[in-house]
């Protein structure tokens, strides 16, 4: 089982590429279903921050809730069960790193299924898929 993991944060140029290849699992342009978030801490000068489901071994936000909809990933991190999900934003206000973004258009969680997808479209190597031992 591999997970995604963040190799050197200092790399990262910020051109978000690696969220625009997340969002394409939808089907979709742009950024804004993305599971991965780069954000800036000043941009080029002072660098940036990469937001992703770092897979906990006992997800905090699968605990919170309430209706199950959140399951255990082989690997660590969960997997979102979409009809059950009703919403209440538990899981993304408990998430310690912030890694859960949010679908306003359907008031679900987008959550890292750590699939790799992303890693082929990062051309300075600050993320890869490892093996989880």
Known sequence: MKRLSVVDVNLCVGCQCCMM??????????IAESAIQIK??????RGFIVMVCRACKDPPCMKVCPTNALTKRPG??????HSKCIGCKRCAETC???????DESVEKPVICVHCGYCTDYCEYDVIKMEEVK
Not at 40 to 45: D, R
Not at 76 to 81: D, P, R
Request: with cysteine; charged share 15%.
């Open 40 to 45: 800036s801490i000043g941009g080029v000068e």
């Open 96 to 102: 310690i790193i912030d890694a859960i973004s949010w």
């Open 21 to 30: 290849a997340c969002n394409r699992r939808f089907g979709e342009g742009g």
């Open 76 to 81: 660590g991190g969960v997997i979102l069960n």
